[in-house]
């Protein structure tokens, strides 16, 4: 037996006191991905995601863009890595934010990073996917200042405008 093998093999009691659990930086986000395939089964937005592998893993450690915090973001596997890991996309949430959210956010959430999937057909009709930037980005200010249509967002006006209505009529 070497010196190394010795030392290894020598933990007693005490050392095993000291040993602090630490958390994995990513784990499986199983709870998630049941929300994603039943998204993706229901829900007409997501007909072309249905064969596409994506896998949803919870990071422990916050997460930020442009030194904002965010939610979760979405990521596409480059060829070795898809090969490797049999995912061509992954969805990486802040483990500590979906936690903290309710079933109507957390489906909020996988919605919003299902959506940065974009695809287009090749010339072979063969669907391409990449990764799809917000409809929109912008400050509330110039909402404020120019008014939605100005500022581009009359679409946001009126899907905003409908759920008033459904809220005033009863149906939100
Ligand atoms: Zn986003």
Do not use: C
Request: no cysteine.
């Amino acid at each position: 037996m070497s010196e190394e093998e010795r030392d290894e093999n020598a933990v007693g009691p005490e050392d095993e006191e000291e040993q602090i659990e630490v958390e994995p930086l990513y784990q499986s986000g199983d709870d998630a991905e049941l929300i994603m395939n039943s998204l993706v089964k229901n829900d007409q937005d997501f007909e072309h995601l249905k064969n596409l592998p994506i896998k949803i893993v919870l990071k422990n450690k916050k997460m930020t863009r442009a030194g904002k915090q965010v939610a979760g973001k979405m990521v596409k596997n480059n060829d070795l890595q898809s090969a490797l890991t049999g995912f061509d996309f992954v969805m990486v949430l802040d483990k500590q934010v979906y936690n903290s959210f309710d079933a109507d956010r957390k489906e909020w959430l996988v919605y919003h990073e299902l959506s940065h999937i974009g695809y287009k057909l090749d010339k072979n009709m063969d669907p391409k996917f990449f990764i799809k930037p917000h409809d929109y980005e912008l400050f509330v200010s110039e909402i404020e200042k120019y008014g939605a249509d100005t500022a581009g967002l009359t679409e946001v006006k009126n899907a905003i405008q409908a759920e008033v209505r459904d809220i005033i009529e009863g149906k939100g």
